[in-house]
């Protein structure tokens, strides 16, 4: 579906008589039904009985199953959701050297999604490593989509420059897992590790292994590999940021659970200890860096690039555990992460409008909000807005009873089951520091600043379905403790069926 969409889609702008009159936001309007309508398909895949286990395509490459397309479904509604907050600019007002093409970026995010999708279900070292390209390569596109700016510029080509790094090493890994197995299916790896006596294969596979974890940890942002992520999120558009921040760790955290799950358990404990030691040192780091390095910044999408990181490291060290509980609780901290998240940078984009207000020049029609100051009393200016960026900030904090509190007691309570009590410590004190940098955003957006013009007689700025989805997903993250058998039982119902599979 998504294959073919990007096909009508490119030769839809190749045509000079549909492209001039086919309005830019309606290509995102119709990237996001794609979306929709293939998460509908991924999810009609659950009545079709003959799915059973698995079904191989393309000889074995994909191997799809009815996780995979839940989680595809995960992924696609994920990613409409984010088109769908496409800001819809006037025609009258030339705001395109501020903001990315909206006809290259939803080709370009359709190329990215289908990458994910396929990463997925993959189940061949050759369709795993076509899928993260792919996926990559146009989340590099979309990072120095930024226009007239050299700092976008750079920050992107460090992105790639760094992202081809962890590419060889995910292909250095390949390498040295087919040399010492004479194999490229997965499954056929796995059944080799769990038969195999011989100790000089053994350390070969677990060292190619190893190197495709690193490879992919970079990808996510998780330290000591993170240094291209705060350059990259600060000097891109919010909304390219969103994109960033969210779909390709969805993906590549999916797909390290898979590998954990099927390797994690084996009776080898080369292959386990390797893998758990790599997962817990950063996890370790990803909390430690990701909070006293976000102390320090001034610009709010650097401070949420380190907070990423922290999250990261949660989610890594529920990984490691490798338990039934904490890949449930795995499950639940990637979907919070991502619903606060998408919240978050939706209300920021939200908050950009009303800051354009106070602009002269009819080209700021939109402010890309840079640093944390310029959030000064726009509680005072639109209170609702302001509310729910705190909410979703005390969410991310931890603070009862609001879902990113339960996404981390979960973890908690995971590593405190398995016995991993001192990360499990080291977590929570990074958790309670990392509250600080959180409060002082929602103190600024709380101080009176008399700057800023209140306008009785201005029209809300963003759209009644801008409006709908950020009201949506914070009473979602409000209200959780209300009714969390909903969100609660299907994690656990596909941690049941990851972890024995």
Sequence with gaps: MIFLSILILIVAIALPSINQNIKSILYVRISSIIFIYAGALAFNAFYIQSIGSGIGIYSGLFQVTTISQLLDFFILIIGSLILISWPSYSSKINVLDRIPYAREYSLIVLFSTLGASLLVSSADLISMYLSIELQSFGVYILSTLYRNSESATSAGLKYFLLGSLSSCL???????????????????????????????ILQGISLGIVLIIVGYLFKVSAAPLHNWAPDVYDDSPTIVTIWLTIMPKISILIFLLEIQSQIGNSLITIFSLSLKNVLLISSLLSLLIGTVVGLAQSRIKRLFAYSTISHIGFI????????????????????????????????????????????????????????????????????????????CLFSMAGVPPLLGFFSKQFVLYSAMQSEYYFIAIVAILVSVISASYYLKIIKVLHTENKEIVEDSNSQSPISSLHSFMISTLTLFILLFILKPSILLNSTQLLALSLFYY
């Design 170 to 200: 995910i292909l250095l890994g390949s390498g040295l897992v087919y040399t010492y197995s004479g194999l490229t299916h997965l499954e056929s790896i796995y059944n080799l590790i769990s038969v195999s006596e011989n100790t000089q």
């Design 316 to 391: 890594l060290l529920a990984l490691a555990i490798n338990t039934e509980q904490s890949i449930d609780s795995f499950l639940f901290y990637i979907i919070q992460y991502s619903l606060t998240n998408l919240n978050t940078f939706l209300i920021l984009i939200g908050l950009g409008y009303i800051l354009k207000n106070n602009s002269q020049s009819i080209l700021e029609s939109f402010q890309d909000i840079k640093y944390i100051t310029e959030l000064k009393g726009l509680f005072f200016n639109n209170p609702i807005l302001s509310l729910s960026l705190t909410i």
